[in-house]
């Protein structure tokens, strides 16, 4: 059975399609999730979907995705702009990463336009709301397959 893609999701994502629709979009974690099933089996890859608040249950997740996972799609949430132990968590998992935004974080705040993972991850995708996960799954599909990618 081939490894899932993790795609781990941070703080307050959780609240998805409660509040805040005009920079988050209306639709909620869970719609996200199955989209990104759906998405990932068109592709022929699975997921293993998981949300946190806690900065060291997201560590313990992408510990796990070293052993048991084929890459790593991480929305860090706020800790995408704190999070040094995060950033040496994906270094040590070995994994292609990418670093995926709901919101365009270079058009928000400043604090926003710096991440800590950026450096360790293949790319980074933000600013396609719910659609990012898609792009997100088909870009790490062409890392896993590339003589499949077009
Ligand atoms: O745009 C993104 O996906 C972010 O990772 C979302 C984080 C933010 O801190 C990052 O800078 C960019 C915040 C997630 C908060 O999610 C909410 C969703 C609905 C209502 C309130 C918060």
Redesign the pocket.
């Known amino acids: 059975m081939a490894k899932p893609i993790y795609i781990l999701n941070g703080?307050?994502?959780n609240?998805?399609g409660?509040?805040?629709p005009e920079i988050?979009g209306s639709q909620t974690l869970d719609d996200i999730a199955k989209l990104s099933e759906t998405h990932a089996q068109s592709l022929g890859l699975s997921t293993a979907f998981h949300q946190s608040n806690a900065e060291g249950q997201l560590i313990d997740w992408i510990h796990q995705a070293r052993n048991d996972g084929a890459g790593i799609i991480l929305?860090?949430?706020?800790y995408?702009?704190t999070s040094i132990a995060i950033a040496d968590a994906l270094s040590a998992a070995e994994l292609p990463v990418i670093e995926l935004?709901?919101?365009n974080?270079f058009a928000r705040e400043p604090f926003?336009h710096h991440s800590y993972i950026a450096p360790v991850a293949n790319g980074v995708i933000?600013g396609f709301g719910a659609t990012g996960y898609r792009l997100a799954l088909s870009a790490m599909s062409d890392i896993l397959n590339p003589q499949s990618s077009s």
């Open positions: 703080p307050n994502l609240l998805l409660t509040r805040e988050y929305n860090a949430g706020a995408t702009h935004h709901l919101s974080v926003r933000c």
